[in-house]
Nanobody
Framework: QVQLVESGGGLVQAGESLRLSCAAS????????WAWYRQAPGKQRELVAT???????NYPPSVKGRFTISRDNAKNTLYLQMINLKPEDTGVYYC??????????????WGQGTQVTVSS
């Protein structure tokens, strides 16, 4: 079982930055990739960043160039650096452990997430 605890969210103005963290514990070695998702009110959860163990990071066009995913294996912590935030980035952000083979497949249970609110 893998436990994930997200933190670092908050209320910021458009154009500002935030860094989210995700502390992982348990059998994290079973995954070959990690990711961040977000869910805006009334919308489906969407994938915003992927970091496979043996491949390049991936981002959708909506966040590419503004979001950077990274992982500190020694600390078992996943990060999401977000710059130039926009109101449409508002949502609850979740981290995820999973499998990557051309696309990302989440496998871990969802944590509580961390709320990011960007005001205009």
């Amino acid at each position: 079982q893998v436990q994930l605890v997200e933190s670092g969210g908050g209320l910021v103005q458009a154009g500002e930055s935030l860094r989210l963290s995700c502390a992982a514990s348990g059998n994290t070695h079973i995954f070959n990739a990690w990711a961040w998702y977000r869910q805006a009110p009334g919308k489906q959860r969407e994938l915003v960043a992927t970091i496979p163990t043996l491949d390049d990071t991936n981002y959708p066009p909506s966040v590419k160039g503004r979001f950077t995913i990274s992982r500190d294996n020694a600390k078992n912590t996943l990060y999401l650096q977000m710059i130039n935030l926009k109101p449409e980035d508002t949502g609850v952000y979740y981290c995820s452990g999973g499998w990557y083979s051309r696309t990302y497949h989440p496998q871990s249970s969802w944590g509580q997430g961390t709320q990011v609110t960007v005001s205009s």
